[in-house]
C-alpha cells in the first residue's frame, strides 16, 4: 500500500509461514520513498556546531575540526542558522545562533577556540540546545552536530535526557567520535534518541571529508521525526531496527515508538526489521501492521500517518525459505555485524580462546561476502590476538564501524 | 516444536533465520549462490591498462584521461575537484562527470572521490563510494587523503583514470 506523500514498499523473508508451534523469525525490509526535490520547498536549517575542547583535542584534532568547521560555511545558505558551541568542563558559545552574514567573521570565531580542561558533553550540549531553541524550531530543520574525543563523566543520564526533549521538539543529534578514547555505546544511545547517526574517525584527516559528507546530506527535509510506532499484535515482538539507508545504525528497540531521524527529498530511507512472531493455527493468513507517523513540515502537517499491511499465508507445511536477494545480504551483513558484537563480549569475559576462534569464523564469512580489506584487518586482529591475548580501543572501533557499514553496502549497489 | 540445527556448527536456531548467529553460515536454499551469482561482485584493483603517452598540460590546468574510452579531460586545477556522475535530481554536478565513460555500470558512485590540492601536494580522496577508490593497488580507507603523483592511475569502482599536472 502507498499514500501520497510517502510510498511505502516492504518485502518479506517470508512468502509463507508455517503454522508451526514456537517462535519463529521474520525479517523485513522497508523502504520508505519520498517525493523528487523538485516538489519540496526548501526548509531553512538550523544547525548548531558543538566542538570538544578538552586538552585531548589539542594538535591535530582540534586543528582539523577548525579546518572542516571552516569549509562547512559554503553549505550554508543565506535562509540558515548556524551556532558554535566549544566546551570542555564548561560550555562557551563562541557564534550565537545567527544567519551567516560573513564567512570571515564565523572562521576567525571558529579559530578563536582553544583547548583546555576536562569532557563534561552535556554542558556543550545544553548551550547548543538553548542556542538552537531561538528560532521557531517549526520552520527549520534542526540539528546538532557533536564533535567529540573523550568519554564524558557524570553526566551521561542527562545527555540522554536532553536528547531525548530535543527529539520530541524535532530537534536531531549527530556525533563524531575522533580517535580511540570515546564511548561507542553511549553516543549510538544519545543520537538512538532521535534516530541519527554516530561515526567514527579514525584519524583526525577524516573530520573534514565525513563533516562535509554529513552537511551535504542534511540536504531538503521532506518529513521529520519519522517514527515507527510500537503497536503490534499480541505474538509479534520487534527484535532489532536496523537503518541501511540513508546511513548504517542500529537501533534497538524498548517497547516504545522509535524515532528514525529525517527522511530528505530524493533520498529513500531503508530499514530492516526483525520480528519474532507466534502464528495460530486456526487463521488462514498471517498480518503485520508496520505503522509509521512522521512531520511534513512543507504541509503544516504533523503526525503524518504512513500505514503498510503485510499478510503473509499461513501453510500447512514448512515451505523452503528464498528471500528476495537485497533483504538476504541486509541479513547477512547484520549478522556479520552481531559476529563482531560477540567476539568482543567473549574478549571482555575473558575468554580470549573462543573469542580467537570467532575472530576466525568471522573472517572466513568476510571472505566469502567479498569484504576482502575487512577480512584482512580481522585476520591481523587475530593473530594480535593470539599473541598478545587482547586488542586495542582503535580495533575495537574499527570493526564495529567496519562492519556496519557492510549493512549499507548491501542496499546502495548503485549509488 | 521443530528442532533446527546449524548443519556446519550444531548450533540451534529458529525457523526463519537465514543465518546461524554462530558460525555465520546461510541457513537457507542451496541454491542461492547460483541464482544471486556476479550480481554483487566487489571491486578490486586490477592491473593499470597501459596508460597513454604523456599529455601537454598548460599551467594551471589538471587533465584526466580515462583509460577504458581515452577520452581526455582538461579541469582548472581549483582547489577541490569533485569526480563521479551527473544527477540533477539530487543537485550533484562533479567537476568530472563519468557518465558518459559507462561510469555506472563501472560502479562509479554519484560523488565518488574528490581531488584536493593543499600545502602538502595533490590528494585523492575517496568521498564514502559505494564501489570504492584505488591507488597504486591500495585501497583507499573512506575521507583520508592520499598523495597522488603526476601520471598515477587511479580507479573508482572498476574504472580507471590517468591524471597529470603540473608540479
Known amino acids: 500500500m502507498t499514500d501520497d506523500l510517502l510510498a511505502i514498499t516492504i518485502q518479506s523473508s517470508r512468502e509463507s509461514i508455517a503454522a508451526f508451534d514456537g517462535e519463529q523469525l521474520l525479517y523485513l525490509l522497508v523502504n520508505v520513498d519520498p517525493p523528487k526535490k523538485t516538489t519540496v520547498p526548501y526548509l531553512p536549517r538550523n544547525l548548531s556546531l558543538i566542538v570538544d575542547c578538552s586538552t585531548s583535542m589539542k594538535g591535530d584534532r582540534l586543528g582539523n575540526v577548525k579546518h572542516a568547521a571552516g569549509m562547512i560555511v559554503e553549505r550554508i545558505g543565506p535562509e540558515d542558522k548556524i551556532s558554535v558551541v566549544a566546551f570542555s568542563d564548561r560550555a562557551e558559545v563562541v557564534r550565537p545562533s545567527s544567519p551567516l552574514t560573513s564567512k570571515a567573521t564565523l572562521i576567525s ?101 565525513y563533516l562535509q559528507d554529513k552537511i551535504r546530506g542534511l540536504g531538503v527535509v521532506f518529513a521529520s521525526s519519522f517514527r515507527l510506532l510500537y503497536d503490534f499484535p499480541s505474538g509479534v515482538e520487534l527484535l532489532s531496527v536496523f537503518k541501511i539507508a540513508p546511513y548504517a545504525q542500529q537501533f534497538v528497540p524498548d517497547g516504545l515508538d522509535m524515532r528514525l531521524g529525517s527522511i530528505e527529498a530524493d533520498s529513500p530511507l531503508t530499514l530492516l526489521l526483525e520480528f519474532q512472531v507466534e502464528v495460530q493455527n486456526s487463521e488462514e493468513s498471517f498480518r503485520l501492521p508496520v505503522r509509521f507517523l512522521s512531520d511534513i513540515p512543507s504541509r503544516q502537517m504533523k503526525d503524518y500517518p504512513s500505514d503498510y499491511e503485510l499478510e503473509i499465508p499461513i501453510s500447512g507445511e514448512h515451505d523452503p525459505i528464498e528471500p528476495p536477494y537485497q533483504l538476504a545480504e541486509a541479513v547477512r551483513a547484520l549478522n556479520l555485524y552481531r559476529m563482531n558484537e560477540r567476539i568482543w563480549q567473549d574478549i571482555e569475559e575473558g575468554d580470549i580462546p573462543v573469542a580467537t576462534r570467532r575472530l576466525q569464523q568471522f573472517n572466513t564469512r568476510l571472505l566469502e561476502a567479498g569484504h576482502s580489506a575487512l577480512a584482512e584487518q580481522v585476520e591481523l586482529e587475530t593473530e594480535r590476538l593470539r599473541s598478545m591475548g587482547a586488542l586495542s580501543e582503535s580495533a575495537r572501533k574499527r570493526l564495529k564501524y567496519g562492519t556496519r557499514t557492510l549493512i549499507t553496502q548491501t542496499i546502495r549497489l548503485e549509488s | 516444536m521443530t528442532e533446527l540445527n546449524c548443519q556446519e556448527c550444531n548450533e540451534p536456531y529458529k525457523v526463519g533465520a537465514l543465518y546461524c548467529g554462530e558460525c555465520g553460515s546461510r541457513l537457507f536454499s542451496d541454491n542461492y549462490e547460483t541464482l544471486v551469482g556476479g ?76 581531488l584536493q590540492s593543499t600545502e602538502n601536494g595533490v590528494m585523492l580522496v575517496d568521498l564514502g563510494s559505494t564501489n570504492g577508490t584505488y591507488l597504486r593497488e591500495e585501497s583507499l580507507t573512506p575521507h583520508e587523503p592520499s598523495p597522488i603523483r603526476n601520471g598515477d592511475v587511479f580507479q573508482l569502482g572498476h574504472l580507471q583514470v590517468q591524471v597529470f599536472f603540473e608540479m
Open chain 2, 39 to 114: 550480481l554483487a561482485a566487489p571491486a578490486q584493483p586490477k592491473p593499470i591498462t597501459e596508460p597513454r603517452e604523456e599529455p601537454q598540460v598548460s599551467a594551471g590546468m589538471i587533465v584526466f584521461l580515462v583509460l577504458s574510452s581515452a577520452r581526455r579531460v582538461e579541469l582548472p586545477a581549483n582547489s577541490e575537484i569533485h569526480i563521479g556522475r551527473v544527477d540533477p535530481n539530487r543537485d550533484i554536478h562533479p567537476h568530472l562527470d563519468l557518465t558518459a565513460d559507462d561510469g555506472a555500470s563501472l560502479g562509479v558512485s554519484r560523488l565518488h572521490a574528490s
Open chain 1, 109 to 209: 570565531q571558529i579559530n578563536g577556540i582553544r583547548a583546555s580542561g576536562g569532557t563534561e558533553i552535556y554542558q556543550g550540549l545544553e548551550a547548543g540546545y538553548d542556542e538552537i531553541r531561538k528560532s521557531p524550531l517549526d520552520s527549520f530543520s534542526n540539528h546538532m552536530i557533536l564533535l567529540t574525543d573523550g568519554h564524558t563523566y557524570g553526566d551521561t543520564k542527562d545527555c540522554l535526557q536532553l536528547a531525548r526533549d530535543a527529539a520530541i521538539q524535532g530537534i536531531d543529534i549527530s556525533a563524531f567520535g575522533i580517535g580511540d578514547d570515546w564511548n561507542e555505546a553511549f553516543l549510538d544511545k544519545l543520537v538512538a534518541m532521535s534516530g541519527s547517526q554516530s561515526i567514527y574517525i579514525e584519524k583526525p584527516s577524516q573530520v573534514v571529508g
